[in-house]
C-alpha cells in the first residue's frame, strides 16, 4: 500500500515521512473548487482479494481525515448495521459530531423525524398526524439537557442496534422505547452549544408546515411503501443542508494541488465502509443510497463514499476495464487507477465521457485497485526469525512467496517462528508444515478461496483450479480449459475472477519479459500466494496418494498437454510443448530440444521460448534448498557435454527455479545466470546479432 510521494511533493509539504496510498488518496482525491461543482461526488469501490490490506487503507484514510475532514467509518461485519435504515441511523450520529473546519456542527433532522415515523403509528388525518409529531418531538427535545450523548461512538451503535428491522414491521413497546431514546438523542445533537430548544421548535414547526413532508411521515408511518428510500433521501437532504455552511479554511492544507499552486479548495466530506461483501446489507446500502442520490439530482450532497470490495461486479464492465483484461482486450474501455493514482480530475472525466447514460447508476461506481504494500509494511507482518535466516534473505523470501499479500505475510512470519529447532534453514518446506495438523496451503487456501469453490472438497478444487492458474500464464491461447478434461475449471476461472484473485495487478513478469515480450503488456495472472498454496496442495496429495479418486500433478499435466486449444503458431505450440513436459519433470529432454532450437532460432525467438518454457511449475524449490536442486539437475563433471549445453543446461535449471517464488535468488545465483548468457553470446551465438542474449546477461547484473 506505502507509495513514496515525488521529491517535490515532500519539499512542498515539509514533511520527511513517505506517504502511503491511502494518504496519497485522501491528498488528490478529497480537494474541490472553492466554489463548488456541480459534479456528484463518486461511489469508490477500493478493490483487492481478500486479505489485500483494505481494512488497513480504510483506517490510514480516516487517521488522514483526522478532526478537520468529515468523516465516518462503517462496518458492514458489525451488528450494528445489519439493514441499510440502522446503517443510515449510524452514519448520522458518527457524522453529527464537532469538525475543526464547520462553523457549526452536521444535523440530521429529517433523518431524526423519519425514524420517528418509523416507530410511531401515525394517524391519517394530517392536522391529527402533525400535531402527534409536534408533541413528539416537543417532547423529546425537553428532556434533560445532560442525557448522556457525548460518547457518540457508544450512542450511535446502541440506537442503530435496535433500530434492526424497523423499516420492515411496526416495534413493540420495548423497541420502540429504545429507539425514542436514541431518537431524541440524535435530535437534540445540534441543539449542543448553538441552538437553544425554542429555536429547534420553530425549526420544525416550519419543517412540517408543507403537505408533502406530513404526508410522507403518515405514509412512512403506515409502511404503505419501501421506508429505504425515505431514509436515505432524508439523510442526503440533511447532508446536502449541513454542507451548505460548506467548509470554513483550515490552518495547514496537505492537499496535492495541480502544479503545486496553494489556490482556495474546499474538501469533500467521506464514507468509508468496510466489509460490503460479508453480508447482503452490504450492497443494499450501496444500491439504495446510489439510487437515492440519482434522484435527487442535479443537487448535491458533499459525502464520498469509499467501500472496500472483495468482488468485481459485472455492471462495472459497462464502464471500466475488468481487473483481468489488458489495454489490447478492451482499447475503449477506462482502465482502473491504483488508489494512489486516484483523483477527482479522473472521476470527472469518467463521468464527461459517459454524460450520454446519465440515466444508469452503475455510473455513479469508480472502482480503485488498492497498491500493493512495501517492503517495510511486509517487514513488520513478518520479522524475521531469530535463526536460520539473513534478514535480507528473509525478506525476499517473504515478498516472493506472499506474492506482496498482507494476510499471506503475517501467516508466513508466524509459521516461520514456529518451526522446530532441528529444521535446516533456510526452511522452503514452509507449506508443508502443519499447525494443529492442518498444514500451510490448506489453512490458506481454506481462508482464501472464494466461497463458493469449498463447496466441493479440496482434493476435487484443487486440481482444476491448478488447471486454470497454469493455463493463465500460456502464450496465445484463451484461458478457458476443456470441459471434458476439467469439467469444473471454468466455474473456477469465473469464481476467481469475480473475487479478485485473477488480475493484471497480480502478474509479475520475470526479467526476460523486457527482451522477449518487448513492449507487450503483461496478461492478467493468478495472484502468486493462492498459486504457490494451490501448487503446494497438489504435490501434497499427489505424493502421499491420500486421494486416489483425485488428479495427481503428472496427471493435471498430462490432461493438460494432451488437451491444448486450438494450433495458433508453431512457436507457440512448442512452448506450450515443453512447458509441460518441464512440469512433469523431463528436464533433460526439455534441455536437449532447447540445445538444438539454439542453433537454428533467432536469439530473441529463443529469449522467449526460455522464458516461457521455465515458468513451468516445479516441485523441487518447495521442499530443497536451491543449491542441492541446481546439483541435481546440472551435476559437475559430465563427460562428452558441449559447453553451448552446459550453458543452456544451466541457464534453464536456474531459471525454472528462479521463477518459483519459494527460490530467492542470490547475487551468485544472478551472476551463473548471466555469466552463461554472456557465453552463449560470446563463443556459441548462432547469429551474429547477440544483442538479446547480451541483455538477458545485463538483466542478471552482467555488462
Not at 392536522?127 to 408533541?135: E, I, K, N, S
Not at 491444448?564 to 512433469?584: F, I, K
Not at 545465483?669 to 563463443?683: E, P, T, V, Y
Request: net charge neutral; glycine share 6%.
Amino acid at each position: 500500500m506505502p507509495r513514496t510521494a515525488s521529491r517535490a511533493e515532500r519539499q512542498d509539504l515539509g514533511e520527511p515521512h513517505v506517504l502511503t496510498a491511502a494518504e496519497l488518496f485522501v491528498r488528490q482525491a478529497f480537494r474541490r473548487p472553492a466554489a463548488g461543482t456541480a459534479v456528484p461526488e463518486p461511489v469508490v469501490a477500493l478493490l483487492g482479494p481478500k486479505g489485500s490490506g483494505k481494512s488497513t487503507a480504510l483506517k490510514t484514510i480516516s487517521g488522514a481525515c483526522g478532526g478537520t475532514l468529515v468523516h465516518a467509518r462503517l462496518d458492514f461485519q458489525d451488528a450494528q448495521v445489519a439493514d441499510p435504515i440502522s446503517a443510515a441511523a449510524y452514519v448520522s450520529f458518527l457524522l453529527a459530531r464537532h469538525w475543526d473546519n464547520l462553523p457549526r456542527d452536521p444535523a440530521f433532522h429529517r433523518v431524526g423525524l423519519s425514524l420517528l415515523a418509523l416507530n410511531e403509528t401515525l394517524p391519517q388525518d394530517r392536522d391529527a398526524a402533525r400535531a402527534h409529531v409536534l408533541q413528539l418531538v416537543g417532547s423529546y427535545l425537553h428532556q434533560d439537557d445532560e442525557h448522556p450523548v457525548a460518547d457518540l461512538a457508544g450512542e450511535a451503535v446502541r440506537f442503530a442496534l435496535s433500530l434492526s428491522g424497523i423499516g420492515a414491521q411496526v416495534p413493540g413497546p420495548a423497541v420502540q422505547q429504545a429507539v425514542s431514546s436514541g431518537i431524541g438523542a440524535l435530535l437534540r445533537l445540534a441543539n449542543r452549544r448553538r441552538r437553544s430548544v425554542r429555536q429547534a421548535l420553530k425549526w420544525f414547526s416550519g419543517l412540517l408546515e408543507g403537505a408533502s413532508t406530513i404526508d410522507s411521515l403518515i405514509d412512512l408511518s403506515q409502511r404503505s411503501s419501501d421506508p429505504v428510500p425515505h431514509v436515505l433521501n432524508a439523510f442526503l437532504t440533511d447532508l446536502s443542508r449541513s454542507a451548505d455552511q460548506w467548509t470554513t479554511p483550515v490552518r495547514r492544507c496537505e492537499c496535492l494541488a495541480p502544479h503545486r499552486q496553494d489556490v482556495p479548495h474546499e474538501h469533500a466530506w467521506a464514507l468509508l465502509i468496510d466489509n460490503v461483501d460479508a453480508t447482503p446489507a452490504g450492497r443494499e446500502f450501496l444500491s439504495a443510497f446510489v439510487r437515492a442520490r440519482q434522484n435527487r439530482l442535479p443537487e448535491r450532497d458533499p459525502l464520498l463514499i469509499v467501500a472496500a470490495m472483495d468482488r468485481w461486479s459485472s455492471a462495472w464492465g459497462h464502464w471500466w476495464r475488468e481487473p483481468w483484461r489488458t489495454k489490447a482486450d478492451c482499447p475503449d474501455k477506462r482502465p482502473i487507477p491504483l488508489l494512489s493514482q486516484a483523483d477527482f480530475k479522473q472521476w470527472t472525466h469518467h463521468l464527461a465521457a459517459t454524460a450520454d447514460r446519465g440515466d444508469s447508476p452503475t455510473r455513479a461506481w469508480y472502482p480503485v485497485w488498492l497498491d500493493p504494500p512495501g517492503p517495510e509494511v511486509l517487514r513488520k507482518l513478518a520479522p524475521t526469525p531469530p535463526d536460520g535466516w539473513e534478514p535480507a534473505l528473509f525478506d525476499e523470501f517473504v515478498q516472493r512467496l506472499s506474492g506482496g499479500l498482507p494476510a499471506a505475510a503475517q501467516e508466513i512470519g508466524r509459521r516461520a517462528g514456529e518451526l522446530p529447532d532441528d529444521a535446516a534453514p533456510p526452511a522452503r518446506s514452509l507449506l508443508f508444515q502443519p499447525h494443529n495438523g492442518i498444514a500451510l496451503w490448506e489453512r490458506a487456501l481454506t481462508s482464501f478461496l472464494p466461497r463458493s469453490l469449498l463447496a466441493d472438497s479440496l482434493p476435487a478444487v484443487v486440481p482444476q483450479a491448478v488447471a486454470v492458474g497454469v493455463r493463465l500464464g500460456q502464450p496465445g491461447q484463451s484461458a478457458l480449459l476443456d470441459p471434458a478434461a476439467f469439467p469444473d475449471a471454468n466455474d473456477i476461472l469465473r469464481a476467481l475472477r469475480e473475487n479478485l484473485w485473477v488480475s493484471t495487478f497480480a502478474a509479475r513478469p520475470s526479467r526476460l519479459w523486457p527482451i522477449a515480450v518487448p513492449g507487450r503488456e503483461h496478461p492478467a495472472a493468478l495472484h502468486p500466494w493462492l498459486l504457490a498454496c494451490l501448487l503446494a496442495g497438489l504435490h501434497a496429495q499427489s505424493a502421499a496418494d491420500r486421494h486416489p479418486v483425485a488428479m495427481t500433478w503428472a496427471e493435471v499435466f498430462r490432461r493438460m498437454a494432451n488437451t491444448c486449444a486450438e494450433p495458433t503458431g508453431e512457436a507457440e505450440d512448442q512452448a506450450r510443448r515443453l512447458y509441460y513436459a518441464l512440469a512433469c519433470d523431463n528436464f533433460a529432454a526439455v534441455v536437449d530440444e532447447l540445445v538444438t532450437e539454439f542453433a537454428k532460432s533467432g536469439h530473441p525467438d529463443w529469449v522467449r521460448l526460455v522464458d516461457q518454457i521455465t515458468r513451468a511449475p516445479c516441485r523441487l524449490a518447495a521442499v530443497e534448498p536451491t543449491d542441492d536442486s541446481v546439483a541435481k539437475l546440472v551435476p559437475d563433471g559430465q563427460p562428452g557435454r558441449e559447453s553451448a549445453e552446459a550453458a543452456i543446461t544451466s541457464i534453464v535449471a536456474r531459471l525454472w527455479l528462479y521463477h518459483d517464488p519459494h527460490t530467492v535468488p542470490s547475487p551468485a545465483h544472478d551472476q551463473r545466470i548471466s555469466k552463461n548468457f554472456s557465453r552463449l553470446a560470446g563463443n556459441y551465438a548462432a547469429r551474429d546479432d547477440t544483442d538479446a542474449l547480451t541483455d538477458a546477461a545485463a538483466q542478471f547484473g552482467g555488462r
